[in-house]
């Protein structure tokens, strides 16, 4: 089960994809994490899903991670007299919050957060921004605007609010249900949806207690604005395409993503590209060139992972989008350039043991010709560090424990192995130099890098490195 490339691949489980079979074959295809929306399904569904994988990890002898993608806060609208309306530009339109049938001039907005933000000549978008429109004049109860953009409008349809705080919670009591549930199932990762601010992240980890890893997902403008903060908060991100692309004018999100990108790299924190990467394969057996060299570019851009949502939910090539996802991978880092781009994009270490001993190996690795960097770890902070570093060399995550070993799935070049607690440094580099033979990342002859912390065991202890050649 080794993979042959760095950048890791997530997929949403949903209708297409709800047999052992498929999931097998899924991972055969290059699946390293696993999504589950919790927007859509059952709890049912979801528990199905999640014992078909943690049997399959076993069969198949490797780490898969499970991520839980909380729905959040969704705004909506209410319902129409006739199902849905057509508006036209110009037009006056109200929003309010009586509690009746929508028609032509009005529809309910249940909502009094945004009559609380809503001020004179801000846009309010409608329907993914389909429909754009400008607010005209606030009251405690309505909301009148003009029609900007108009179009076909139906029932429930999502309300976007750009360039607002708004005064609501990231975690919905629904999203504090999924939440224990997702806990309870043993999820390794929970995605943290409509993040404004760092105490959002704040409330989730006071609730998540370190039973799980925390993902933020950036798809709200106004957090962009505390970047820095979040990133100190979170232990991975992901980049909400579709949602920034909502809120923000679309030609803004590719400067957006590499911006981020780039500061992931930096903090040592996983990013994940997401949204639409290979749309066109929901009902299509091949993406668009442009699609592909999207996918490329976030792989170019040293993301860590890049997802597919509903082209594996709820696609008619789920297997084939993995498969081509996996292959522009592999197209991609087979590129001279791209190795040139990863080691121009170095970060200032920080004057810390741990950061200079994984500086070292990259280093050390590229000097001996080392086929693998081995790290011995009990948090994964070791592991991070060193795909931080981005060597031209597999990771090698040895560690005893399990939850660590699946969380590593999300991150950069590195592959997980768990095994029982060692208590000897002398015995972590036997079974360093046994695994990297017996997982097929080194033979004979062959140097491996290996690190590790003494006294063993030890979180953040990191403070050997070896070289080791396998007899």
């Given at each position: 089960?080794?993979?042959?490339?760095?950048?890791?691949?997530?997929?949403?489980?949903?209708?297409?994809?709800?047999?052992?079979?498929?999931?097998?074959?899924?991972?055969?295809?290059?699946?390293?994490?696993?999504?589950?929306?919790?927007?859509?399904?059952?709890?049912?569904?979801?528990?199905?899903?999640?014992?078909?994988?943690?049997?399959?990890?076993?069969?198949?002898?490797?780490?898969?991670?499970?991520m839980a993608d909380l729905q959040g806060p969704k705004l909506r609208i209410g319902e129409f007299k006739?199902?849905?309306?057509?508006?036209?530009?110009?037009?006056?339109?109200?929003?309010?919050?009586?509690?009746?049938?929508?028609?032509?001039?009005?529809?309910?907005?249940?909502?009094?957060?945004?009559?609380?933000?809503?001020?004179?000549?801000?846009?309010?978008?409608?329907?993914?921004?389909?429909?754009?429109?400008?607010?005209?004049?606030?009251?405690?109860?309505?909301?009148?605007t003009k029609v900007v953009t108009g179009g076909r409008l139906s029932a429930r349809k999502g309300v976007?609010?750009?360039?607002?705080?708004?005064?609501?919670?990231?975690?919905?009591?629904?999203?504090?249900?999924?939440?224990?549930?997702?806990?309870?199932?043993?999820?390794?990762?929970?995605?943290?949806?409509?993040?404004?601010?760092?105490?959002?992240?704040?409330?989730?980890?006071?609730?998540?207690?370190?039973?799980?890893?925390?993902?933020?997902?950036?798809?709200?403008?106004?957090?962009?604005?505390?970047?820095?903060?979040?990133?100190?908060?979170?232990?991975?991100?992901?980049?909400?395409?579709?949602?920034?692309?909502?809120?923000?004018?679309?030609?803004?999100?590719?400067?957006?993503?590499?911006?981020?990108?780039?500061?992931?790299?930096?903090?040592?924190?996983?990013?994940?590209?997401?949204?639409?990467?290979?749309?066109?394969?929901?009902?299509?057996?091949?993406?668009?060139?442009?699609?592909?060299?999207?996918?490329a570019t976030a792989v170019y851009d040293s993301a860590d992972a890049v997802m597919l949502s509903a082209?594996?939910?709820?696609?008619?090539?789920?297997?084939?989008?993995?498969?081509?996802?996996?292959?522009?991978?592999?197209?991609?880092?087979?590129?001279?350039?791209?190795?040139?781009?990863?080691?121009?994009?170095?970060?200032?270490?920080?004057?810390?043991?741990?950061?200079?001993?994984?500086?070292?190996?990259?280093?050390?690795?590229?000097?001996?010709?080392?086929?693998?960097?081995?790290?011995?770890?009990?948090?994964?902070?070791?592991?991070?560090?060193?795909?931080?570093?981005?060597?031209?060399?597999?990771?090698?995550?040895?560690?005893?424990?399990?939850?660590?070993?699946?969380?590593?799935?999300?991150?950069?070049?590195?592959?997980?192995?768990?095994?029982?607690?060692?208590?000897?440094?002398?015995?972590?580099?036997?079974?360093?130099?046994?695994?990297?033979?017996?997982?097929?990342?080194?033979?004979?002859?062959?140097?491996?890098?290996?690190?590790?912390?003494?006294?063993?065991?030890?979180?953040?202890?990191?403070?050997?490195?070896?070289?080791?050649?396998?007899?």
């Open positions: 089960m080794r993979r042959y490339r760095n950048t890791k691949i997530v997929a949403t489980l949903g209708p297409s994809t709800r047999t052992k079979r498929q999931i097998r074959a899924l991972i055969m295809a290059g699946v390293d994490v696993f999504r589950l929306n919790f927007s859509h399904g059952e709890h049912s569904d979801k528990k199905s899903r999640v014992t078909a994988i943690r049997e399959l990890e076993k069969e198949l002898d490797r780490p898969v991670a499970i006739d199902g849905a309306i057509e508006l036209a530009p110009g037009e006056n339109f109200s929003l309010d919050l009586k509690e009746q049938l929508g028609s032509k001039s009005r529809v309910q907005l249940p909502h009094t957060e945004i009559f609380d933000a809503a001020e004179a000549d801000m846009e309010l978008l409608l329907d993914d921004g389909r429909i754009r429109l400008r607010v005209q004049k606030v009251s405690k109860s309505v909301i009148d976007n609010v750009p360039g607002v705080t708004l005064g609501l919670s990231a975690l919905s009591e629904k999203d504090k249900s999924d939440l224990e549930f997702a806990l309870g199932l043993g999820c390794d990762w929970i995605a943290l949806s409509f993040v404004q601010r760092p105490s959002d992240v704040k409330e989730a980890r006071k609730l998540i207690a370190d039973r799980a890893a925390v993902l933020i997902k950036l798809e709200k403008p106004a957090a962009i604005d505390h970047l820095e903060e979040l990133m100190t908060l979170t232990d991975a991100v992901m980049v909400a395409r579709g949602d920034l692309g909502v809120e923000l004018p679309p030609e803004k999100v590719p400067g957006l993503q590499k911006k981020i990108v780039k500061l992931c790299r930096k903090w040592g924190k996983p990013v994940v590209v997401a949204t639409q990467m290979l749309d066109s394969m929901v009902h299509s057996p091949s993406p668009t060139r442009a699609e592909a060299s999207d996918v082209e594996t939910a709820a696609g008619e090539y789920p297997i084939e989008s993995v498969d081509m996802m996996n292959r522009i991978i592999l197209e991609a880092e087979g590129d001279e350039a791209y190795q040139a781009s990863t080691t121009s994009k170095q970060n200032v270490v920080e004057p810390t043991v741990s950061d200079a001993i994984t500086l070292a190996a990259r280093q050390v690795a590229e000097t001996v010709n080392a086929n693998c960097i081995v790290t011995y770890t009990t948090s994964g902070s070791t592991t991070l560090r060193a795909a931080r570093e981005r060597p031209t060399v597999p990771i090698l995550c040895v560690t005893s424990s399990l939850s660590t070993a699946r969380r590593m799935a999300i991150a950069w070049g590195i592959h997980s192995v768990h095994i029982d607690q060692e208590e000897r440094f002398s015995t972590v580099v036997k079974r360093a130099v046994d695994i990297a033979e017996t997982q097929g990342f080194a033979s004979s002859g062959d140097h491996i890098v290996i690190t590790a912390g003494v006294p063993m065991g030890k979180s953040g202890s990191t403070n050997v490195l070896r070289i080791e050649r396998i007899p």
